[in-house]
């Protein structure tokens, strides 16, 4: 009995330590990058460059993904205010049938911007991917990553932790119903980019050869 006791007193000590550890984790990204987030095309600082973070544009039951279209809408809001030049649209393309990088691109087309003013990054397989080939590939130290606000505050993190000086604009969020899933999610993400930050230093899975923007 006394064997019992003891195994579900080190298994409350792990589940408040989990607990804990979220919070401190999720605290510590919120508090770090609460001035470089914006909700209004008119307060963000103008950067050459737009980061513009990919999800799947269609769902797997046919419909249409919301974060996509609203991180659409908010990459071209900020082109067409001026407050970017550029869009370096980075998402997975691990198979030639998932391309999240020229779904993007093709959604800014019809939206307006010119072919001329996107750069496609299809090895962004991850958010540290995204961040870090923005600037080892693409040659940014000062950038504006473009997604949701709870996306923003991970990349921004993320950002900051290798010395870059990215700001985030927050894209429309989806309502609590639609996007629970994720926000529960970000939770576990947002350990796992204080971990592979500062403890397992991860590192992009590709680099490669140097694109010059402009």
Known sequence: MKKYKKMFTWF?????????????CNWGIEHTTRNKVFDKVSE????KVGLLLGTVEILPNGRRNLYFDYRIQAAVNLYKANKIQ????????????????TAMK?????????????????AGFRTLDSVVRCHKIFGQERFTIISQLFHNQRAVFIASSKGLEAVGFNARNVSTRYGLKVMMREYLARVKAVLDVYVLRKKPKFLGPVVEIG
Do not use: Q
């Open 12 to 24: 409350i000590i792990l589940c408040l330590s989990i607990i804990v550890l979220i919070f401190f």
């Open 44 to 47: 963000i600082p103008t950067n």
């Open 86 to 101: 550029y869009i370096v649209a980075s998402g997975d393309n691990h198979t030639k049938s998932y391309d999240e990088a």
């Open 106 to 122: 093709e959604a800014l087309m019809r939206k307006g911007i010119p072919e001329s003013a996107i750069y496609l990054d299809y």
